[in-house]
Every structure is written in C-alpha cells, then in structure tokens.
C-alpha cells in the first residue's frame, strides 16, 4: 500500500512524511508481535516434578525403587525380568488427600518393550485405576478390592522411540485421557465412589523384555470448582417493607392474616426468576418487588385466580410488556409434573435457568443441582432459611418453569373450585386430541413466625383449587367437555390466552346432569377466541328423561311421557319454542313431588337452554 503514496516528483516534505509513517507503522506490527508473543498465564501447579531434585517426592509402592533412575534429569524405568510389575506415587509430605478433582499432566517415552502404562486414583495395591497400552490398542481399567469391575478399551496404540506428553483429566469418576493434545477418550466409571488416591508412575513387562521408559515434567493442577448455584437473589416474604402488606384479596378469605408474609411465597418466587432474567422493572421504570407485582396482579383481571392464586400467565404477559421497552426477554410460562428430577436438572444444568418447585403447601426457587450420589436441590426460599430443598423432608409436586422467548405465550387455563373436579377431553375439528394437558390441585398454606424470628408452616390453608393448563394451543375449534356429580352446580373460568399474552376471561355456569357438559370453542391464536357456546339440545333433554325415568329419579311415567312429548315438538314448531318452554316448566311446578330434588332443578334449569 505505501506504494500509492509516491508520485513522479516528491517534495521534501512529502518525503518526510512517508518517512514517519513507514517507523510508525514499523512501531505498531513490533507491538503487535510481542503482544502475540507474550506467554500465556502460567498454570498453578499443587504438584510438580522435572526430577531435577532426585526422587525426594517419591515413594515406591511394590518394591525398594530398584527398577527406577535418574539421568540428565529424566526418569528412567527399566524392567528386566517378565511379567514384573514397579510403580512410584507421591511421598505423603507431597500429596494433600484433598486433592480431588485434577488434571494429570507428564512426558512419557517408551524406548524399549511391548507394555506402557501409567496409573491414577491410587490407594492401595489392590485398589487402583490404569491405562494400559499394548500392541491392540488402549485399556483403562479400575483395580477394586483385587478385582476388576469395571474397564473401557480403545483401539489407539504407542510407538516405541516416540515422545509423547499425556493429559488426564479427572473429575467425579469421569476419566478424560489427551495424547498431545487429541481426545483419545472420555469414559464415566460407574463404579466410582470417590476414590480419588494418588497419581502414579508405572514400568511393566509381560512376555516381551525389557521395557525401558522416560517420564518427565509430572504436573498436577486441579480443576477449578465452579459454583453450582446460578446467583439466584433471594427475596423474602418476610421483608418488613411488604410483608404486612395484604396478599391479593386476603381479608376475604383469610381474615386472620391476609399478608403477603402469610401466603406470598409464589408472588416472591416470581419476582426471583423476573430478577434472574434482568426483568427489574415495569414498563413505566418502577421497580418490581412483591409489593410491586402484588399491586399489578390485583389491578389485571387474571392476576389472581380464585382464592389466592397467582396467575403465572398474567405475569408472561407482563414480560411481554416490559419486553416492549427495555428489550429483556418474555418467558413462556410450563408446568411440569411428571420427571420432575430429570426435567429440573435439563433446565438448572443444560439451560442454566432456575425453576419454581412446589411442595405441599409452598413455592420455593431452585438455583443449582449437588453433584453427589442422591442429587439435592440448592434453594432460594422466600420463608424459610434452607439452602437445600431436602431440609423441607417434602416431596416435590411439580415445576414452574420460565423459558426466554420472544415468540408464542398462547394457553388455554381452566379454573374450578376443587369441590368440583372437571374431567376435559379436547376436540379440535371433530378429532379427538392427544394433548399435554396438565391438571393440577393446588392450594398454598400460610407462613407464621416463630418467638425465635424463623419462619414455620401455620395450620391455615388456602381453599383447594384445580387448574388445568394447554399450552400454545393450535387455531381451530375446540369441543370442551367436562362432568360432575348430577345435579350438583359448576362455575369454572375459562382464561385463553394469545400468541402476545393477551387474556379473555370467560365464566361457564351451569348444573350438571347424566351427561357431559359441552362447549364449543373457536380460537384464533392470533386474535383470541371468536365463538364460546353451550351444545345442548331437545333430543339431549330427552334422552336425559329417560335417564332419570330408569334411575327412578323420576317416579311417574306419566310426566316423564307428557314432557318427552312435548319436547319432541320443539324442531316441528320452532316459533313456538318459548311456549313449549313455559309449558314444560308448568309441568314441573305442578308435579313437582314426582321428581327427586337434584333432578327437578336439573330440568328446570336445562329447558331454559332450549
């Protein structure tokens, strides 16, 4: 390039200023070198040896040490005789048993012999590991109690008269084994049982003499300890700035306490995982705390469900919201009740995203899985002082978990009160549908405080509630079908959600009889639902009659034939459908001993769907 910079005649000036540029740029790549040349940061090494000291770190295992030598500073192992076996390990005054978890580094050349090995997790002479080459290839293997349970064989071999440097990586019974540099394998021992021991420095000879080896440059650094835990921020319910504060509508269905310290453990779970995902403030800039968020879900009208409940949909719309202005992410909103130790460990590992667990009567924030036999849960809890979920001595029911989208926060969530139980099967176009659908029975129980200031479940419970969730349901129409006890009376909310998040609440009333109960649904994902109607017709009143008539809930034959007539003449006489309507009431009234109670009110108020 510094060519474009002459020209045929070139001032002195000029001549000058090139001058510069060429030791200016000169100056720069010289920079550039060095920096590329700087060495790297130097490894911490708990354990070192170049051998330039003689074997003062050394101790033999099997013998005196006589197969082993120092020259020029090298390490020489020289077997002789057949199928003799010598090992060095640390002396004691160089090794720290509490070196667990490490990474295994030397120098190994084979001069002469058919046998390499080196050894590792070294405890005794009847309990050890190895790896073994031989001229079929690569063995690691573990010495137990004098027997092998358990080995692994890979098909790679080693010149004789070739330097090689080894890499062993070790970590809770997973062996990860480099020849310069190259993954030859990486094998979990299922056998491990923390049997972490010593390294160890082997010469053998089987059949083939003799075996002459070098070793050089033993290092031992140890694999640093990462914390478990995401970082999860703990918020209490507890917390004197809200914690007197009423929890949705409290006062009318705990009067004794209504405060957020009594029943906001899912409210202050919440604003855990909207803290985790950067999610801190609304929309207009104020910050989210429990008082916060209580104070939005009570202004919405699906914050809150029933008695208590919090809406988890309410919150991924708001999500969606803030989203909009400060761009952190919408959470899509799962409940999972099934696999729950496989799918918490997926999200807390692999997706480094916290969980909301629900145990009897509480919600708690899980941040990290323990990396032991029986795996616990590290916890963030919004009322208790337990840092692990096993404290509780209460199994888990299900999770919440909240995955960073910025796509699809559509749902369908039916609400009743646990007194009745809806069964639900869903139909999209007449089809009946396999869908993962989750129901769930939940009720939460208040938080007291102890003389001592620790928190403790109280004896009072929230009323029990059933919840059923589909989530990203497809557009189309829907047959929602569901029972209960004849006669008995239904109120359930019907919350569907769109692809943004926004809410319609429908509420479905009515009495249940010998059949389901029908609803046709037509929803949009895009734009919501579009049609919600009862399916009940006259040959359904008709077919209930003869129900009640068999059941011997009707006890006259004569009435049941007078309104099974009359109903037949609802489809020949459809304008007169509000006087055949009135007249089938009369009937009722005026023969009202000829039918049981439940079923007298059945009729009474099904002929008015009519």
Not at 184 to 207: Q, V
């Amino acid at each position: 390039m510094t060519s474009l910079y002459y020209r045929a005649s070139t001032s002195l000036k000029e001549k000058l200023f090139l001058l510069l540029l060429r030791i200016v740029l000169l100056l720069q790549c010289l920079i550039l070198i060095l920096w590329l040349a700087k060495p790297a940061q130097a490894q911490t090494y708990v354990f070192e040896d170049d051998f330039s000291a003689g074997f003062s770190k050394w101790q033999p295992t099997r013998d005196s040490g006589q197969y082993w030598a120092i020259h020029n500073e090298t390490l020489f192992g020289t077997i002789n005789s057949g199928f003799t076996l010598s090992e060095l390990v640390p002396h004691d005054d160089f090794w720290n048993p509490d070196w667990h978890n490490i990474i295994y580094e030397l120098d190994y050349t084979a001069l002469t012999g058919a046998d390499k090995n080196i050894s590792f997790h070294f405890e005794n002479v009847a309990n050890w590991y190895e790896i073994h080459f031989n001229s079929s290839g690569t063995e690691v293997l573990r010495l137990k109690d004098g027997t092998v349970p358990w080995k692994a064989h890979r098909p790679t071999t080693l010149q004789n008269n070739t330097p090689y440097h080894f890499k062993l990586i070790l970590n809770e019974g997973t062996i990860s084994f480099y020849i310069d540099s190259i993954l030859i394998f990486e094998e979990t021992d299922p056998t491990f049982d923390n049997n972490y021991g010593k390294i160890g420095l082997k010469a053998t000879a089987g059949s083939v003499t003799p075996t002459q080896i070098t070793i050089d440059n033993v290092t031992v650094s140890l694999i640093e300890e990462t914390d478990p835990r995401l970082g999860v921020k703990r918020i209490s319910q507890l917390d004197p700035q809200w914690s007197s504060l009423e929890y949705d509508t409290g006062t009318t269905w705990a009067p004794d306490d209504p405060s957020i310290s009594a029943w906001g453990c899912a409210l202050s779970s919440m604003v855990m995982i909207l803290d985790f995902h950067g999610i801190t403030k609304f929309p207009s800039g104020e910050l989210i705390t429990p008082a916060t968020l209580n104070a939005w879900l009570l202004s919405q009208p699906d914050g809150y469900i029933g008695d208590g409940l919090l809406n988890w949909l309410a919150v991924t719309r708001l999500s969606q919201q803030i989203n909009q202005v400060f761009e952190t992410p919408k959470l899509e909103f799962s409940i999972i009740r099934d696999n729950l130790l496989t799918k918490a460990t997926s999200e807390l590992v692999e997706f480094l995203r916290p969980v909301i667990i629900n145990i009897p009567g509480h919600f708690l924030v899980a941040e990290g899985i323990t990396q032991v036999e029986n795996p616990d849960f590290y916890i963030q809890d919004p009322a208790f002082s337990y840092t692990l979920l096993s404290e509780h001595e209460k199994e888990p029911l299900s999770l919440r978990t909240f995955t960073p989208s910025f796509t699809d926060l559509s749902y369908f969530l039916i609400h009743s009160p646990a007194t009745i139980v809806p069964t639900l099967a869903l139909q999209k176009e007449d089809e009946p549908l396999q869908l993962d659908l989750q129901t769930e029975a939940s009720t939460l129980t208040a938080i007291t405080t102890t003389e001592a200031g620790t928190a403790t479940f109280s004896t009072s419970s929230s009323p029990a509630q059933t919840l059923l969730y589909l989530q990203k349901p497809d557009s189309g129409t829907y047959i929602l079908s569901f029972s209960g006890p004849i006669g008995s009376t239904y109120s359930l909310e019907l919350f569907l959600y769109t692809a943004d998040g926004t809410a319609q609440i429908e509420t479905l009333t009515g009495i249940f009889g010998p059949r389901s109960e029908q609803y046709q649904l037509t929803f949009l994902k895009a734009a919501g639902p579009q049609l919600l109607k009862q399916l009940f017709n006259s040959d359904d009143l008709s077919s209930d009659l003869s129900y009640f008539l068999e059941n011997k809930s009707i006890t006259s034959h004569f009435i049941w034939y007078e309104l099974t007539r009359l109903l037949s003449l609802f489809e020949t006489f459809p304008k007169q459908t509000q006087e055949l309507k009135n007249h089938f009431l009369t009937l009722l009234a005026e023969h009202a001993t000829d039918f049981e109670s439940d079923t007298l009110t059945y009729l009474q108020a099904k002929i008015k769907l009519l």
